[in-house]
């Protein structure tokens, strides 16, 4: 990978002699994110198999276990580190093949990505690969495929418009061009008709499409945003989320209250439609997701499940398809995150933070309530993604611990097992990694906000260099433990890594993010409204300069997106307490990312707004920022425009603030090749070891 830098890397000598280059009882950055990462675990429509995907140092493949003895295997070989994702796996009716898509950006849908700058670009392929064995074969361009339950079709999206195809990848077509952008797409039970999502911009329809009549229509149609359509079981009925009209234009600013949203059913024989549940005014008016393919579930004897945040939790609810009083699920103080309903429709697994606010277990609950969640796991480690197995013997889900990055595991009457105990290779240093712990902080408004605490292994009684660390998002939330994002289980990688190498680490869960509640999430005047995170940045470095153990004149911070735009917050405004930071593609003003991720905003129309949202911003105090940089972005970035970190390079250069940048051409804003995120960690490091080496001694020889 080609890269600009204006640093260089020291040699192996000095202090990178017991960091960078491993020595005895130390590891490198190459060895801490070592371990395969496995994600988006589907079970297979019939008996007791699951697929999920491994990502093996960037070598992307989809395992395969079954019961009785749930042993992983590999059921492709992709060898190259080539950035090239999977994802969107798709089971045939039998259970005899998967489709999967290969390339793209499954993120936000735009061009196909490129970071290992191969002379072509590459494409999105749909692909095929069957259980009995053989090579996995492309099939066509495009992605999200849909078989249907007869087998017989494979609808698929091509440009945001439908195509369709047969199960061998032949006769392809395009069966529904329409206005927008067309996405979920969901077969009927009896494969009959195919639902999907027409968004439009500032409205959505649900469309049915019916093959074999040829014929298209839309149900219900509003001025408002339908989406994630859920089929009744005989297929005669369809229910939606509807969410009212709009014309905010904004982003990174609080919505506690909204137009409250709506669950609507229509029966497809009649075209009546009738609203099964409206949220209240208030708590909860403004809907919430959880993470799950649906929204909304129809489950077992005509009842809808779905998200609500009624009490300022996000909890699951229940309601009769008749539209009778709603039911709480999952009563208690924590969130709902991960939510998945058995193949009967009888019950939802969900993962929460109930009891354990800074992890995830594994609950049930059946679809009609009136009975207690039911633990399935519990403990010290980390819990997420519950995926029943068709047949309901046994649940597949992913675990993570202090020590151990994502890996799937089952739950079945025997207990639970991992499906890939030896897929851990001898470099990762599992028994050398500290555990980290609980903390919280007074933020410097009072605001109390919690925070991992990560001490290094050993010390020989001198004070240590210590880091802020800050997720992205913002609407994240760093755990005890290796997360169940990429992103961040490579964020906590680095931190236990820096920890290991004599630094005292604090990852702070801000204000904003998720976790602790609606009102924390949509904190007042957070972001672009006010900065009020900055509160907690401010509060965060007083701690650590509090502690005995932490020398007051090395304290520096570092995060990516969101982090990297606090990390800039702090170092512009408080540069006397912040040493040194690294800013991964962080947000610089405010005004110009709002208008990625909300295209109708325009500053010259909403000045006051423009104006606080530029005050919000590290460029405003840009003359008070007098501590050194790293600067990491890959010019590919669709989150946080290249621009943020090129326009910040210009202003540091005006006011003389030393700066160092290490830029990846054509890679996104998360990394999508390993050996990137080796260079910019080890850059990380090698920054960090200059600006606050990790010894009192090596401190005062630098002066």
């Given at each position: 990978?080609?890269t600009?830098?204006?640093?260089a890397?020291?040699a192996?000598?000095?202090f ?13 950055v ?6 395969p ?5 589907v079970?297979?429509?019939t008996?007791?198999t ?14 395969i276990?079954?019961?009785p003895?749930?042993?992983g295997r ?6 190259q580190?080539?950035g090239q994702e999977?994802?969107?796996l798709s089971?045939?009716?039998d259970?005899?093949y998967l489709?999967?898509?290969?390339g793209?950006?499954f993120e936000t ?6 970071p290992a700058?191969?002379p072509?670009?590459p494409?999105q392929?749909i692909?095929?690969v ?8 492309k099939?066509?361009d495009?992605?999200a ?16 418009q439908i195509?369709?195809m047969?199960a061998t990848?032949?006769?392809?077509h395009?069966i529904v061009a ?6 979920d797409l969901?077969?009927s ?6 639902a999907?999502?027409?968004?439009r ?11 074999q ?7 219900d149609?509003?001025?408002d ?11 005669s009925r369809i229910a939606?989320?509807r969410i009212?009209a709009?014309r905010?234009?904004?982003e ?12 609507r ?5 009649t075209?009546?439609?009738?609203e099964?549940?409206h949220?209240?005014?208030?708590v909860g008016?403004?809907?919430?997701p959880v993470?799950a393919?649906d ?5 077992a004897?005509d009842?809808?499940?779905?998200p609500w ?10 309601v ?12 208690g103080?924590?969130?709902v ?22 992890r995830?277990?594994l ?10 969640p ?7 480690n ?5 995926t ?15 020590n151990e990055?994502?890996h799937a ?7 639970i ?15 050398q990694l500290?555990q980290?712990q609980?903390?919280i902080?007074?933020?410097?408004d009072?605001?109390q906000?919690?925070?991992q ?8 009684g ?6 802020l660390?800050f997720?992205?998002?913002s609407?994240?939330q ?11 289980s490579?964020a906590?990688a680095?931190n236990q890594?820096l ?7 604090l ?6 993010g998720?976790?602790?509640?609606l ?18 940045v401010?509060g965060a470095?007083?701690y650590?300069k509090?502690?005995p ?7 520096g ?5 969101y982090?990297g ?5 702090g170092l512009?405004?408080a540069s006397d307490l912040?040493a040194?930071?690294v800013?991964?593609h ?5 005004n ?7 295209p ?20 405003a105090?840009i003359?008070?920022w ?15 425009p ?9 202003d540091?250069r005006?006011?003389h ?8 051409p054509n890679?996104?804003?998360?990394f ?11 850059a990380?490091a090698d ?5 606050l080496?990790?010894?009192s ?7």
């Amino acid at each position: 990978m080609p890269t600009t830098r204006l640093f260089a890397f020291v040699a192996c000598s000095g202090f990178f002699v017991s960091t960078l280059c491993a020595a005895p009882g130390s590891f490198n950055v190459a060895d801490i994110i070592s371990a395969p990462f496995a994600s988006s675990p589907v079970a297979a429509p019939t008996g007791a198999t699951v697929a999920w995907l491994e990502n093996e140092q960037g070598k992307r493949n989809i395992y395969i276990a079954s019961a009785p003895d749930w042993k992983g295997r590999k059921l492709t070989n992709f060898d190259q580190d080539d950035g090239q994702e999977i994802a969107e796996l798709s089971w045939a009716p039998d259970a005899s093949y998967l489709l999967f898509t290969r390339g793209g950006d499954f993120e936000t849908g735009r061009d196909n990505p490129n970071p290992a700058v191969t002379p072509e670009k590459p494409a999105q392929d749909i692909w095929i690969v069957r259980l009995d064995g053989g090579a996995p074969k492309k099939l066509t361009d495009g992605h999200a495929s849909a078989i249907s339950p007869k087998g017989d079709m494979v609808a698929f999206l091509r440009a945001g418009q439908i195509f369709a195809m047969s199960a061998t990848g032949q006769n392809v077509h395009s069966i529904v061009a329409q206005m927008g952008h067309q996405s979920d797409l969901r077969w009927s039970p009896d494969g009959t008709k195919l639902a999907f999502v027409s968004a439009r911009g500032d409205h959505a329809f649900i469309g049915i499409y019916a093959p074999q009549a040829k014929a298209l229509r839309y149900v219900d149609a509003s001025v408002d945003r339908d989406f994630s359509p859920a089929w009744a079981p005989d297929s005669s009925r369809i229910a939606y989320i509807r969410i009212p009209a709009s014309r905010r234009a904004f982003e990174f600013g609080p919505v506690r209250e909204a137009e409250p949203w709506s669950v609507r059913v229509t029966d497809l024989n009649t075209g009546f439609a009738h609203e099964a549940f409206h949220a209240k005014d208030g708590v909860g008016s403004a809907f919430h997701p959880v993470v799950a393919e649906d929204q909304l579930f129809w489950g077992a004897g005509d009842h809808l499940v779905f998200p609500w945040e009624r009490t300022g939790w996000c909890h699951l609810y229940s309601v009769p398809v008749a539209g009778e009083n709603v039911t709480e699920l999952t009563p208690g103080t924590g969130e709902v995150e991960h939510v998945s309903i058995s193949k009967d429709g009888k019950t939802m697994y969900f993962a929460a933070n109930f009891n354990d606010i800074d992890r995830r277990h594994l609950w049930s609950v059946g679809v009609a309530g009136g009975q207690t969640p039911k633990a399935v796991t519990d403990g010290q480690n980390i819990e997420w993604e519950p995926t029943p197995a068709a047949d309901g013997s046994s649940v597949v889900f992913l675990g993570s611990s202090y020590n151990e990055p994502s890996h799937a595991l089952v739950r079945t009457s025997s207990g639970i097992k991992p499906l890939t105990p030896g897929l851990i290779p001898a470099s990762f240093p599992s028994s050398q990694l500290v555990q980290p712990q609980p903390v919280i902080i007074t933020a410097a408004d009072g605001m109390q906000i919690h925070g991992q605490l990560f001490l290094p292994p050993s010390s020989n009684g001198e004070r240590h260099p210590a880091l802020l660390f800050f997720h992205g998002g913002s609407r994240r939330q760093m755990l005890l433990g290796f997360h169940y994002m990429d992103y961040y289980s490579n964020a906590y990688a680095m931190n236990q890594f820096l920890a290991n190498h004599g630094y005292v680490v604090l990852a702070v869960n801000y204000r904003s993010g998720i976790g602790y509640g609606l009102d924390f999430r949509e904190a007042l005047n957070y972001g672009a409204t006010g900065a009020s995170e900055f509160n907690d940045v401010m509060g965060a470095g007083l701690y650590l300069k509090s502690r005995p153990d932490v020398d007051p004149a090395r304290i520096g911070l570092w995060g990516g997106s969101y982090g990297g735009y606090l990390t800039a917050m702090g170092l512009a405004r408080a540069s006397d307490l912040f040493a040194a930071g690294v800013d991964f593609h962080g947000v610089h003003d405010w005004n110009e990312v709002i208008r990625n991720f909300a295209p109708g905003y325009d500053p010259r129309v909403q000045a006051d707004a423009a104006r606080l949202a530029f005050a919000s911003s590290p460029l405003a105090s840009i003359s008070t920022w007098k501590s050194p940089v790293l600067l990491i972005q890959g010019d590919d970035d669709r989150n946080v425009p290249f621009s943020e970190t090129v326009h910040l390079a210009e202003d540091l250069r005006k006011h003389h603030v030393p700066f160092e940048q290490l830029i990846f051409p054509n890679e996104i804003h998360g990394f999508l090749l390993q050996r990137t995120w080796i260079e910019a960690y080890t850059a990380t490091a090698d920054f960090f070891a200059r600006k606050l080496p990790a010894s009192s001694s090596e401190a005062r020889a630098g002066q």
